[in-house]
């Protein structure tokens, strides 16, 4: 189990949290207790599974969205 | 190609505002309608692509967002042919957006601007003796590292050579230079403002006090409330009902133009978006004045606060004792310090640090025979004199007389609280020094300012006896104060009070309090950037400097009663639209989006205001 935090550009819309939330609860091996998404810091923290997903998987979901990932980090 | 749209959002809006006004300049000017028609389809087509796209990736992960109610409308209006609301719709939308993250941004800024504080680079000392630059996840604890006048310092760490001034401001908020020496902490985030260091690194990366402040303040600004995930709620379920409530319309008018008016009114922006504007605003706000707020929750409760408890030692008094008053018998007094000094210097009694600090630079001898009375004092032999040093009942056993002069003296110095210290040579009284622990500079003013800010109940909690206890609650002008105190009492203490209703605020040091932190509805750490005052409580006043309790509970009030104008602006420009639609015809899609964009925006800026609060000392006088 990894804990990943990623940076996203300026999240605006009121309904981005409902959107990025939505691409990410039911993804195999996120945590989905543990998905927070930010809006004023903009971030997306989680914990996954390294066995079932990687971190580049995530975020090209984030990017389905329409929402650029800035920068991510992986503990 | 989709993010490629979507990337050109803020092109395609400007395009469309030309396009629009174009259509407009041709029909008055020109009275041509066919330019006017296709520059409006045109504008109408551009602009809903990048909206629609966004409804598209809503709905494949089931989320009836924004963007779906005004793609629809849209669709609703090019199905009735007119372009022309449809044009100016997407137009509103789009820029709405655009200026909606411009504003955000600045309400986001203050704590932007902390996170932009940290280090990022360091000077590492390699293994060949020269230091090198590295970025500042390399460094180790352990590592040495050189700053130079003007750096940030990059990690928390010792001083083991050099010495300089450090800007804390980052920590403490507190911009004064801070003199470093060997020895000395340095902490991530500070800025060397001159001289040059060297430090071994203590804690580095998410360890330093600075990451944790970071972190902290970026969860407080986003973790819910009661209020914001009612919203939350709200706002799901609330989209879907609008589509539902535009589709029942239509089916029973069969008016389109009403249905998707309905879906445009519908669009929840300003309350979704009304109370965490503030809560950012505010938090950022506290953030840059050294006042961590954890979160909107806290603010709530701090604003409705009518009890503030205090932990005397450390809080309202400065928490190391000093000599506040003294008394001389007889001659030789530069001697009989010089003696006491001695004795003193070999005990490790808190009373004699004091003592100490009182006499500051004499003559010392050497000490022989010493001999420590549990309870009372020390005797000892110095230069061929007997020296007694300590409380009344020592004098006693060392059959010193008192006349009826120095009676009354300490009779006096201990009913103003103070603890004794006497010294006597070969049976002689010759001084009386009254020991206390003195009261914070400005503590009165800044408990009036609270009392002033609305707060009913100042109280004191100590572990002193009560006499001291007493005296500080007088000076002060407390209204209660309580002696003999454990930090279990004090818990419990705290918990009748919150039993009885009250919204309680504890106030300590945060070290040795966390039972009573825990206990009262809002703990405030005064820590000077430690850990566990961090951790333990809701509101940290960074540089432990208590005269920044008034920022913080009249900022708390201000976020609170924003977020409440908020609420309102937002709920009061949906009842005055649907009264409107209800019971006038000046209500249409255009109209719709304009005020609904306005009203988000309106949000937005009046929670900016809170970035420039400042306590109006005006109306506290």
């Not at chain 1, 923290?45 to 990687?54: H, Q, S």
């Not at chain 2, 020109?30 to 389809?41: G, H, I, Q, Y």
């Not at chain 2, 280090?119 to 590295?134: C, D, I, R, T, Y």
């Amino acid at each position: 189990m990894k804990s990943a935090t990623i940076q996203m550009e300026t999240l605006t819309c009121p309904s981005c949290l409902q959107k990025i939330e939505g691409a990410l609860k039911d993804l195999d091996g996120v945590e989905k207790d543990t998905l927070k998404v930010l809006f004023n810091s903009s971030k997306v923290k989680l914990n996954f599974d390294e066995d079932k997903i990687t971190l580049a998987e995530i975020e090209a979901a984030i990017n389905r969205q329409g929402y650029k990932v800035l920068q991510s980090k992986v503990k | 190609m989709l993010r490629f749209i979507l990337s050109k959002k803020n092109t395609i809006a400007l395009i469309c505002g030309i396009l629009i006004a174009t259509a407009f300049i041709s029909r008055w000017t020109l009275a041509n309608r066919d330019v006017f028609t296709w520059s409006l389809l045109v504008a109408s087509l551009l602009g809903a692509a990048p909206i629609a796209i966004q409804a598209y990736q809503a709905l494949r992960v089931k989320v009836v967002s924004i963007d779906v109610l005004v793609t629809l409308a849209v669709l609703g209006a090019f199905l009735i042919r007119n372009y022309e609301e449809a044009a100016i719709v997407t137009f509103l939308f789009l820029f709405g957006a655009y200026l909606e993250q411009r504003t955000l941004n600045q309400t986001r800024s203050a704590i932007r601007e902390l996170t932009e504080m940290a280090p990022e680079s360091a000077l590492k000392l390699g293994e060949n003796g020269a230091f090198q630059e590295v970025d500042v996840d390399e460094v180790a604890v352990g590592d040495i590292l050189l700053v130079k006048t003007g750096a940030k310092v990059p990690v928390d760490g010792t001083v083991v050579s050099g010495e300089g001034y450090v800007n804390e401001a980052s920590i403490t908020g507190e911009s004064v230079p801070v003199g470093k020496e060997k020895g000395s902490k340095v902490y991530a985030g500070t800025i060397l403002d001159n001289g040059t260091i060297q430090i071994v690194a203590d804690r580095v990366g998410e360890d330093t006090t600075f990451a944790k402040i970071i972190e902290l303040v970026e969860e407080a600004q986003d973790p819910k409330s009661e209020a914001e995930r009612f919203i939350d709620r709200f706002a799901r379920y609330y989209t879907p009902a609008v589509l539902v409530i535009s589709l029942i319309a239509w089916l029973f008018t069969r008016n389109v133009e009403l249905a998707i008016t309905i879906l445009v009114l519908g669009c929840p922006g300003a309350l979704v978006i009304g109370v965490p504007v503030s809560n950012v605003a505010g938090i950022g706000n506290g953030a840059r004045q050294g006042v961590l707020l954890k979160g909107s929750e806290v603010i709530t409760d701090l604003s409705r606060l009518d009890t503030i408890v205090f932990d005397k030692t450390g809080t309202l008094t400065e928490g190391n004792p000093s000599v506040a008053e003294t008394k001389y018998y007889g001659a030789d007094i530069e001697e009989v310090l010089g003696y006491l000094a001695s004795v003193e210097r070999e005990s490790d009694h808190p009373l004699a640090g004091a003592v100490l600090e009182e006499i500051g630079e004499t003559t010392f001898w050497p000490v022989e025979n010493t001999e420590v009375i549990k309870g009372s004092g020390i005797v000892a032999r110095v230069n061929g004199h007997r020296i007694a040093v300590g409380n009344v009942s020592l004098m006693e056993k060392e059959k010193v007389e008192l006349t009826a002069e120095a009676r009354a003296d300490i009779a006096r110095f201990a009913q103003s609280g103070n603890s004794l210290v006497l010294t006597a040579v070969d049976g002689q009284l010759k001084v009386l020094m009254g020991v206390r622990d003195r009261v914070r500079s400005g503590a009165k003013e800044v408990l009036q300012r609270l009392r002033k800010l609305g707060v009913k109940n100042l109280v004191m909690l100590s572990g002193d006896n009560q006499g001291t206890v007493e005296r500080v609650s007088q000076e002060l002008g407390l209204t209660e104060a309580h002696g003999n105190m454990l930090p279990e009492d004090k818990a419990e203490y705290i918990k009748g009070l919150v039993e009885k209703g009250r919204i309680v605020a504890f106030v300590g040091d945060g070290v040795n309090d966390s039972p009573a932190l825990a206990s009262a509805n809002i703990g405030i750490a005064m820590g000077g950037g430690t850990d566990v005052a961090i951790e333990t409580s809701d509101v940290v006043l960074m540089n432990s400097d208590f005269s920044r309790l008034p920022h913080a509970l009249g900022l708390a009030k201000a976020t609170a009663r924003n977020m409440k104008q908020n609420i309102a602006i937002a709920v009061g420009v949906v009842l005055v639209l649907l009264t409107g639609l209800l019971f006038g015809d000046w209500v249409n899609m255009t109209v719709g989006m304009l005020v609904h964009e306005g009203s988000i925006l309106a949000v937005i800026l009046n929670g900016m205001r809170l970035l420039g609060y400042k306590l109006n000392n005006k109306n506290e006088r």
